[in-house]
């Protein structure tokens, strides 16, 4: 399949962080353009937005963020990353602190959310972006005690 022909290449800075902050800036704008040039050109690169489906190519993700940004921005902001590095390829879980207007005004959200990053041709570029259901309540990092999961 062919890649995405509307999106532009991105001068984004040289580091993971430099596109995760890009990220997170353009949902803050409700800019559906600077955040399409932050994904990588590749036709698998996917996202999976609270309680969503999967999300797969491009035009998927621009589509579900122009949705979204039809109703404004997105007040995300990124708190306690925590990564895993190599020389290509870096993986961030960032607790996302999210403002939301209710009745009672704004209040905090909480979303756990995975972003994959690949070192591409064109830089640093995301390729997953994977969030977790939303709560009223911070939450707390488990212990720090292996734990076995089978």
Request: aromatic share 6%; proline share 6%; charged share 20%.
């Amino acid at each position: 399949m062919p890649k995405t022909p509307f999106r532009a290449a991105a001068a984004i800075g040289g580091t993971a962080d430099d596109v995760e902050a890009a990220f997170y800036e353009a949902l803050q704008r409700g800019d559906v353009d600077a955040l399409m040039a932050c994904w990588a050109d590749e036709d698998e690169v996917f996202c999976v937005h609270p309680g969503g489906p999967r999300l797969v190519g491009a035009v998927a993700i621009r589509a579900a963020f122009e949705q979204m940004f039809a109703n404004g921005a997105i007040h995300a902001t990124p708190a306690r990353v925590r990564k895993i590095e190599s020389l290509a390829s870096a993986v961030h879980n960032v607790l996302e602190r999210i403002e939301v207007l209710t009745a009672e005004g704004p209040r905090h959200a909480f979303v756990l959310a995975t972003n994959v990053y690949h070192k591409t041709a064109q830089g640093w570029r995301l390729v997953a972006h994977h969030a977790s259901p939303g709560s009223a309540r911070e939450p707390d990092d488990a212990n720090d005690t292996p734990q076995v999961l089978h």
